[in-house]
């Protein structure tokens, strides 16, 4: 596996890159891309950190694993490329982001457009095995992203973290909740959503209104 992560975040990182654990899992991944079709590609897997970079990261979004079907996955947890279709997770994103700030389904799901302006969109576990959902967690993945989240908890203040699911909520419960907002719900997914989960829990206008507070830019959904 070939690391090129941007530079305030290889600082911030680099002692993880240098344990054990970090060698074992290099190598896991690069037998697993080498033998099977994974995803996403190569040169997405540290996109979350290359298109937002450290000092820059105002809200935090965390998943679990990326989608593990043809040309979805990006690098950026519940986004897909451009022209693929939405997947159910993000056609709920969508649908409260419309309920809530009165803004319109875009066009694509390519959720760059809010890692630009500071929305860490971070998988729990980077990569997948195309067709097999989980098959690459508890192979180091796990740690690598809980020592993410520490350092934004430690080294950073008022970052909003949005934790969708019960998942993500177990992620997240390390999190200095005195110098940071944290919003929880269940999770986006249709299962959680239809059953009054999901639908009305307002995190968009609540994350701006949080941001404006602290004299922050709001994010533009």
């Not at 054990?20 to 979350?48: H, M, Q, R, W």
């Not at 803004?103 to 302006?117: F, H, T, V, Y």
């Not at 269940?186 to 701006?208: C, D, I, Q, V």
């Amino acid at each position: 596996m070939n690391i090129k992560i941007e530079p305030s975040w290889k600082a911030v990182l680099s002692a993880e890159f240098d344990k054990p654990y970090f060698k074992a899992l290099t190598d896991f991944v690069s037998a697993e891309y080498k033998a099977n079709t994974c995803y996403p590609p190569g040169p997405e897997i540290f996109n979350a950190f290359n298109n937002c970079a450290f000092n820059e990261v105002k809200v935090v979004i965390i998943g679990q694993d990326p989608y593990h079907g043809p040309k979805q996955a990006n690098g950026l947890c519940f986004s897909v490329h451009d022209g693929i279709p939405f997947p159910p997770s993000l056609i709920n994103i969508f649908r409260e982001i419309n309920t809530d700030l009165g803004l319109p389904i875009p066009p694509s799901g390519n959720l760059e457009r809010w890692a630009k302006q500071g929305v860490l969109l971070l998988n729990a576990t980077l990569t997948v095995r195309m067709g097999e959902a989980a098959s690459h967690q508890g192979h180091g993945w796990e740690t690598f992203t809980d020592a993410v989240i520490q350092e934004l908890s430690d080294r950073k203040e008022h970052v909003v973290f949005l934790l969708w699911g019960g998942f993500a909520k177990k992620k997240g419960a390390k999190i200095d909740r005195s110098k940071h907002y944290v919003l929880e719900s269940g999770h986006p997914s249709p299962l959680s959503a239809n059953k009054g989960h999901w639908f009305g829990n307002r995190h968009f206008s609540k994350t701006n209104l949080f941001l404006e507070s602290k004299q922050l830019p709001e994010i533009k959904w």
